[in-house]
C-alpha cells in the first residue's frame, strides 16, 4: 500500500538553526512530491513540490528540499529557521497510477527566540 | 469564489446524530479531496472527485461516511451516526486538474466535535 512517513513528529531549534525534516514515501513508478505548510490558525498552503527534472527544488521563504529516488525519500531543508518558522510541516505524495494523494503524518517545528 | 469555502466552520454534535459538511471548489477546479486532519494522525486521506465521480472511496473509514459531488461543483460528506472518534477537522482542497502540475487548494477545514 502506498505510504508517506515523516520521521520527526516533533521537533524544536532555536533561531538561526538549520533545519532538515525527513520524508520516505513508498510507491514504486512516477510519484510527484509536495511539501505543505500550515501556520497557526491558517490554511494548509503549499511550500515546494518536485516532479521531475532536478532532484533539488526550491520553494518559498528559503525552503529547499531533494528528492533522491535511490532512497524514496524528499527531505525538506532550511538553512536557517525564523520565529516565523514555527508550524506544523506535512509532506506528501501524488501517484499517478492511483491518483491519490496521501500525505504524512506531519512534524510540527517549534523555533525559539 | 476567491478560495476553497467550507461550511460549517465548527460543529458541534451529539453521538449518534448524523452531520453534512459542505465544501465550495474553486470554480473551475475539477479536483476535489476530503481529508481529515486528527490529533496525532495527520491528514488522512478519505475520497477524492474528478468531476462527479469518485474513482476511489477507499480511504472513507466506515460505511457511515459517504460524499457526493454536484455538478462538478459543490461537495458534501454526510457523516451518519456520528461517534466520538470521529471529532476532527475536515479539510476540503481543489484543484484544477487531478494530481501532477496542479496545485492543491484547501479551505480552512469544518472542525466536528461529537459529544
Known amino acids: 500500500a502506498q505510504s508517506v512517513s515523516q520521521h520527526n513528529h516533533h521537533v524544536i531549534l532555536s533561531e538561526a538553526a538549520s533545519l532538515e525534516l525527513g520524508c520516505n514515501y513508498s510507491y514504486g513508478g512516477t510519484v510527484n512530491l509536495f511539501w505543505y505548510v500550515q501556520y497557526p490558525g491558517q490554511h494548509l498552503q503549499l511550500l515546494l513540490k518536485y516532479f521531475s527534472g532536478d532532484p533539488l527544488v526550491k520553494g518559498i521563504k528559503g525552503f529547499e528540499a531533494e528528492f533522491i529516488k535511490s532512497k524514496f525519500s524528499f527531505n525538506l531543508r532550511k538553512p536557517s529557521v525564523q520565529w516565523s518558522d514555527t508550524a506544523e510541516y506535512f509532506c506528501a505524495a501524488y501517484s499517478g497510477n492511483t491518483g491519490k494523494l496521501i500525505f504524512g503524518q506531519g512534524t510540527t517545528l517549534q523555533v525559539k527566540p | 469564489g476567491a478560495g476553497v469555502s467550507q461550511s460549517p466552520s465548527n460543529k458541534v454534535t451529539e453521538k449518534g446524530k448524523d452531520v453534512e459538511l459542505r465544501c465550495d471548489p474553486i470554480s473551475g477546479h475539477t479536483a476535489l479531496y476530503w481529508y481529515r486532519q486528527s490529533l496525532g494522525q495527520g491528514l488522512e486521506f478519505l475520497i477524492y472527485f474528478q468531476g462527479n465521480s469518485a474513482p476511489d472511496k477507499s480511504g472513507l473509514p466506515s460505511d457511515r461516511f459517504s460524499a457526493e459531488r454536484t455538478g462538478g461543483s459543490v461537495s458534501t460528506l454526510t457523516i451518519q451516526r456520528t461517534q466520538q472518534e470521529d471529532s476532527a477537522v475536515y479539510l476540503c482542497?481543489?484543484?484544477?486538474?487531478?494530481?501532477?502540475?496542479?496545485?492543491?487548494?484547501f479551505g480552512s477545514g469544518t472542525q466536528l466535535s461529537v459529544l
Open positions: 482542497a481543489s484543484s484544477f486538474a487531478q494530481g501532477t502540475n496542479e496545485k492543491l487548494f
